[in-house]
């Protein structure tokens, strides 16, 4: 499974504004992400509810996820990849908005 680690830097955490934008990136990249931190299992990163009702704060780490079940090779690996980076850099960016 494809993962990636990042911190939340929002002010507010993934909470209205920010998890509104990150939840359009998710959908935008067409895959099925899922965001995990300790002591929660991973919600589906493509719902603004699911995201918002896990109480990702400002500073907790998190993971992103792919399982290579749902990619069903319809994305290479390296691509499912490279959409977690650019997730994580835009969870790490957000504490300018």
């Given at each position: ?24 990136a998710v959908t ?70």
């Open positions: 499974m494809p993962t990636h680690k990042a911190v939340v830097t929002a002010s507010v955490g993934l909470h209205a504004r920010p998890a509104a934008i990150f939840v359009r935008d990249t067409g895959l099925p992400v899922t965001i995990a931190k300790a002591g929660i299992n991973g919600v589906d990163a493509r719902s603004l509810l699911h995201v918002m009702t896990a109480d990702f704060q400002h500073g907790c780490e998190v993971e992103l996820g792919i399982s290579e079940n749902a990619l069903n090779g319809a994305v290479s690996r390296e691509k499912a990849e490279d959409a977690l980076r650019g997730l994580a850099v835009l969870l790490e960016s957000q504490g300018a908005l």
